[in-house]
């Protein structure tokens, strides 16, 4: 048989790290359940099957530490009368936090953190619950616990019948005597000479430390003559005779035969309550590990595919101008029109592989809203929708922080405590929902809470004492332009950072996260009634539908689903208002944002079209004036490195069929640059390209 | 070996085990690991699907649990299998749930597994093996276990004085066996029964309780200083010897903490040995189903001294091993199938048949 090798334990530790947090994860959801309904058998078995789970990995991964605990923990769960005095669900919390800080310790190298809140706490639970702990701590000193053997009882029973008398005596030993087991000899050599020993504990000659001695005896002798041969000075200190009851040799075990009873109707309900959680169980198995490295290479290569799929397509176009009488024409266009549909399967088969449920994220909400609101000493009820909805894998991770961030500021800034809430005609416990649903290609994140809502004035007034804008602007602005100031660097002050909320994530930090991230978030809130922060995702970073637009003869492309409509114009049209341009319509101002050159106030220029593609940006409306369309494709999207390009105005880039390069337009910066741009003077508008320089980009503000 | 490798499914919630336990068992060129699983519903898929011969089971998983799937297993694949259990309280009662329900055997995981696991991944192998070549559990489909009645054992008369000391020693298969032929004993039966059954430390005192609940008999996981009484069986704990001594009172068992004895502790030779010497013709030895050959040698020691020897049949062996050894070594004075058994062991007790016996043996001699 081969050895263990090295090798292959730390690729077992490694696997054992992953499994053993979603075992966390899961008690954790558990003890929330519990929590709530805790007198539920079928979870604490559940809590147990985890617990029993990772005592075993933890074991076989050789981190006997935490498998101990987790066994210690185990039985005590087994307790099937739980003590209600103490909470399981505590006991689960704590029992993740500390499971959770020894993996961080493994996994580190560093000293093992205290296991002792866990401790206290089953010992607390099995003190109370099970008659056979007390037991085991009364031992000590009741001789009623001393067990004697059944030939030792059988010998009492014989004594007694003869007309003995059958006393337990246990002798306690001097503490200063300094042999213990001297003293036990002398003290049965001692009583020997009027009674007879039946039994002994520690049996007799027995080399084990212990400061008493508990005989019995037989004798016709009285009590007192008894205690007093015991004391022998200085080496016996207190005495205890006791006259032993003998009952019948043969017992009974009432306590074995009542946990047998137990026994059949438990597997019983084990069984019902697994049956009734098949269903589930099915939608959650077969599943697989595979490296993410991996499936991004095939996703790659799906991209180089697409590409290679327009390269043909245009090829086929071109020969079919050509020859267009040529039959092999048509078997050409319809091998085409046969590998693009396999291809846009492929596509999104693979797509689907990285596609993961939001529940992985939200998984985590529950402890965290629980943990938030008891240390900010409010009541929460948290719901939660829309867990199966999926996601881009690293979306995911990359959400994680900010939508963290945002439910516990709504733990903590976005509700009142329970007073206030009553005070205000509204239940003491505040309710945060999560929600999350697919909307054209987007993934929208909604938290929301039925909290006091934002007060646009104090909104003002904080912006203005921070600097952001000036009391003059600030008077200028809509509410909403107000509100969506809270995610301006340097609006979230010091004197706001608490333990809960300020962990270096500002909203602001929440707002470039979304958007390198090719998403918006968005901001609705009415005083007294709520806030929702609703966050909108790609679905995936790796393939965007796009619209491909030419601004000074180079081609650009933005995501399709940002644009609303396209509306065409003239020069003409355009207004001024402040220091935007603005266009008329559909009964709105809509603002303007011109990204080439504004061209030459000649004889022609209100004459000269253009078109707008009016896009929908942080709730707002807002038109990007472009030159000339080019159609929609899907684009794979190759990033850019610094290197290439010197600016965040182009979020990437992507190739066409024919070999072109589009440029990818990153909307939240070019939008950004407008917004900043407004209190300049006279801006016009932002210069995308610049022919000289290839693909390099500048961009300027103004003329 | 055979040249075909076993094929193995491994059932089991943990992922770390799933990757533990087939990486084990393929360190043995004779077992291959076809497939593993998550839990009892896709367990019974896969086995439909890649037919294993021996299948190892967790028995606590979510959805479908061990023990359900044990149950759908014996009933429609009859495929061995072989329990990984964990050690606890809990643990105890399910695995012996599962014997009784047909699992062939069981390999207790240990809190130190780590440091443990080679002789871990040794005795799941030898299990397995075992389970490989046995030919299934034959009594289940033929004999109706008993159904745990709640039943008067009576109040105890004055203890009575065994007439003879039964001493039986038995593995792999033995909890069913076991079960099956105490079942059949009266509660007058006047002989006692001494028990060395090979299980670890923690499992055995559930074992008898669950025993003591189906049998007439009344019978308990021995402590030392334990009577050996008519009517009475006594299971010695895991991990312990047992011992046997003839005291002025009455007879007792004596719990010891020697060394293991063919790798065993419990170990059937330590018994037998004791009993032959304390009780001599007084003694009936009893090898039955199990792997290896403990206890065959003791049961010579027996025989020497007088006793009678049985040996439990082929056929009604889950695991012919050391009954086989008994035999061939010449130790067994007769070969009884487990139907049998009681019956046989019954007849040889009955007061006054000892002394039959002693004639019966000076005849042979």
Known sequence: ?703 | MSAKPIRVLVVDDSALMRKVIPQILESDNSIHVVGTAIDGNFGLKKLEELRPQVVTLDLEMPGMGGLEMLKEIMRRHRVPVIVVSSHSTQGASVTLKALSLGAFDFVAKPTDVSTRMQEIARDLISKIKAAAQSRGIQIQSEIELPIPVPRSKGKPAAPKEPTRIVAVGISTGGPQSLQYMLAQFPTDFPGSIVVVQHMPEGFTEMFARRLDECCSLNVKEAQSGDLLQAGRVLICPGSRHMKVKKLPLGDIAILSDDPPVNGHRPSADVMFKSVAEEFGSKAIGLIMTGMGEDGANGLGLIKAAGGMTIAQGERSCVVFGMPKAAIERGHAMRVVDLEALSGTVQAHCRPGRAEVGKAMKAGQD
């Open chain 1, 1 to 703: 048989m081969s050895q263990y090798s090295d090798e292959r334990g730390s690729e077992l530790r490694a696997l054992f790290f992953e499994t053993a947090q979603e075992l966390l994860q899961s008690l954790n959801e558990d003890s929330l359940k519990l929590e709530r309904n805790p007198q539920d058998r079928e979870i604490i078995r559940s809590i147990r099957r985890t617990v029993h789970t990772l005592k075993g990995d933890s074991a076989a991964a050789g981190f006997h530490e935490l498998s101990e605990l987790a066994h210690t923990l185990e039985d005590a769960l087994a307790v099937e009368t739980p003590n209600a005095n103490v909470s399981l669900a505590e006991i689960g919390f704590t029992a993740a936090d500390t499971f959770g800080a020894m993996l961080v310790a493994y996994r580190q190298d560093t000293p093992l953190p205290d296991s002792n809140p866990v401790r206290v706490l089953v010992q607390q639970l099995s003190s109370s619950s099970g008659a056979s702990d007390g037991k085991a701590s009364k031992v000590q000193d009741d001789p009623a616990n001393v067990v004697w053997t059944e030939y030792e009882r059988l010998a009492a029973q014989n004594s007694r019948a003869d007309g003995k008398k059958i006393f337990h005596v246990t002798a306690h030993i001097d503490p200063l005597c300094a042999m213990p087991i001297a003293a036990r000899q002398l003290v049965a050599n001692a009583v020997s000479s009027i009674a007879q020993i039946l039994g002994s504990r520690p049996e007799p000659g027995a080399v084990v430390e212990g400061q008493k001695i508990d005989l019995l005896l037989a004798t016709s002798h009285t009590e007192q003559a008894i205690t007093a041969k015991c004391q022998i000075p200085t080496v016996i200190g207190k005495t205890v005779c006791t006259e032993f009851v003998v009952e019948a040799a043969a017992e009974t075990m009432p306590e074995a035969v009542e946990l047998i009873e137990q026994g059949p109707g438990d597997a019983k309900s084990d069984a019902e309550a697994n049956a009734g959680r098949d269903g589930k169980a099915l939608g959650a198995q077969t599943l697989l590990r595979v490296d993410a490295e991996r499936i991004d290479n095939v996703l790659n290569l799906v991209g180089e595919l697409i590409i290679a799929k327009s390269m043909m397509q245009q090829a086929i176009q071109e020969y079919a101008r050509k020859s267009p009488k040529d039959p092999l024409r048509a078997r050409f266009a319809d091998a085409m029109s046969f590998q693009a549909r396999v291809l846009n399967d492929l596509q999104r088969s693979v797509m689907k592989i990285r596609m993961v449920p939001v529940e992985q994220l939200f998984r985590r909400f529950p402890r965290m809203v629980r943990d938030t609101a008891q240390r900010c000493n409010k009541q929460v009820n948290l719901q939660v929708t829309g867990q199966d909805t999926d996601l881009d894998k690293s979306l995911l991770d990359a959400i994680a922080e900010p939508l963290t961030h945002i439910v516990r500021n709504a733990v903590s800034h976005g509700l009142e405590s329970p007073l206030e809430r009553q005070a205000a005609g509204k239940p003491a416990t505040g309710t945060i929902s999560l929600d999350a649903y697919h909307q054209a290609n987007q993934l929208i994140v909604e938290v929301s809470d039925d909290g006091r809502g934002i007060d646009v004035d104090r909104v003002k007034a904080k912006a203005i004492r921070n600097r952001l804008v000036s009391a003059d602007e600030a008077g200028r602005m809509t509410d909403s332009e107000l509100l969506d100031l809270i995610f301006r660097p340097g609006f979230s002050t010091a004197d706001e950072i608490t333990e809960i909320s300020g962990r270096g994530v500002g909203l602001d930090v929440v707002r470039s996260v979304l958007h390198r991230l090719k998403g918006t978030v968005e901001l609705e809130t009415h005083v007294g009634q709520g806030t929702k922060f609703r966050l909108k995702l790609p679905l995936t970073l790796a393939i965007i539908k796009a619209l491909l637009f030419r601004v000074e003869q180079r081609l650009y492309a933005i995501p399709l689903n940002t644009v609303a409509e396209i509306a065409r114009a003239k020069e003409g049209d355009l207004h001024h208002v402040d220091t935007w341009e603005v266009l008329q319509s559909r009964g709105q101002v809509l603002p303007l944002m011109r990204l080439g050159q504004k061209p030459k106030e000649d004889a022609e220029y209100g004459k000269s079209k253009l078109f707008v593609l009016v896009i929908n940006f942080s709730g707002r409306k807002l038109g990007l004036i472009v030159d000339a369309l080019e159609g929609e494709e899907e684009l794979v999207i190759k990033t850019l490195d610094d290197q290439t390009i010197a600016t965040d105005l182009v979020s990437g880039a992507s190739i066409l069929g024919d070999g072109r390069v589009v440029l990818i337009v990153n909307l939240p910066a070019v939008v950004d640059r407008f917004t900043s741009a407004l209190s300049s003077t006279v801006p016009t508008g932002l210069f995308l390209a610049d022919g000289e320089r290839g693909t390099a980009l500048t961009a300027g503000v103004g003329q």
